[in-house]
């Protein structure tokens, strides 16, 4: 049987791990928080002060990653020790953007993702899940929201977390990175030409739920 996949790609800030989240749950189906890989690597390799060694180091540090996720309560284990809360960092999601830009390092991670395609389904989010990971997935979606929209969420959110927030700092981050993951040459941020486009940012969580809901289903 055909497993059915949704990809939801989209820039950081869209909103999309909530609504993957919230599908996964509600259709009863895996979830595939592809970022989360590229930010274990990205810290695995700072860990390893191996950041600035050959690719091919760096592909056997990837392709050697031990990474357990539970759905349970939404921890990551890497090699054995919870890195949850160094994921979330935002110095982990720039170095995760930056080494996200290398083709040996995206070829490494592929077989990763492929293996989360289980039955009854799957919701993978990312950037390149309807384009690279999974182009032949029956449902796409591309989510965004304009830059300054996800600024002021990412602040809200760290601020209701009681970190230090400053929102000029995060909007040039977000800007920074939108253009990294935009215009680099392997697997570039574009919607899959099958994409439905969903632009959330005038819409509430439960809306955007409900319009990919009613494309599934
Ligand atoms: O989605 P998240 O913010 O966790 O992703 C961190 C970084 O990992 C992104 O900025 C992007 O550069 C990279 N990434 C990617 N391809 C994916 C998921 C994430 O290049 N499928």
């Known amino acids: 049987m055909d497993i059915p996949v949704l990809t939801i790609d989209g820039p950081s800030g869209a909103g999309k791990g909530t609504v993957s989240r919230l599908i996964a749950q509600k259709l ?3 979830y595939l928080d592809s970022g989360a890989i590229y930010r274990a690597l990205a810290l695995e390799l700072t860990e390893k002060d ?3 060694e050959s ?3 760096i592909v ?3 392709l050697g990653m031990d990474l357990v996720f539970s759905s349970e309560n939404r921890s990551v284990l890497l090699n054995g020790q919870d890195i949850t ?3 979330g960092l935002e110095s982990t999601g720039n170095n995760a953007s930056k080494i996200a830009a290398i083709p040996e390092i995206r070829a490494a991670l592929l077989q990763k993702q492929h293996d989360f395609k289980q039955a009854p389904g799957l919701v993978a989010d990312g950037r390149d899940m309807g384009t690279v990971v999974f182009p032949e997935a029956k449902h796409k979606v591309f989510l965004t929201a304009s830059a300054s929209e996800r ?3 990412r602040y809200k959110q760290l601020k209701e977390k009681g970190i230090d927030a400053n929102l000029l700092k995060i909007t040039a981050d977000i800007q920074e990175r939108d253009q990294r993951d935009s215009e680099r040459q ?3 941020l574009v919607p899959a030409a099958d994409a439905i486009y969903i632009d959330s940012s ?3 969580i439960q809306a955007v739920v409900a319009e990919v809901l009613s494309l599934v289903r």
Do not use: N, Q
């Open 28 to 30: 009863g189906w895996h």
């Open 50 to 52: 191996v950041l600035h």
């Open 55 to 57: 690719i091919a180091e």
């Open 60 to 62: 056997d540090v990837a």
């Open 85 to 87: 809360d160094l994921l």
């Open 151 to 153: 600024a002021e969420r």
């Open 186 to 188: 392997i697997s570039p």
């Open 202 to 204: 005038t819409m509430s």
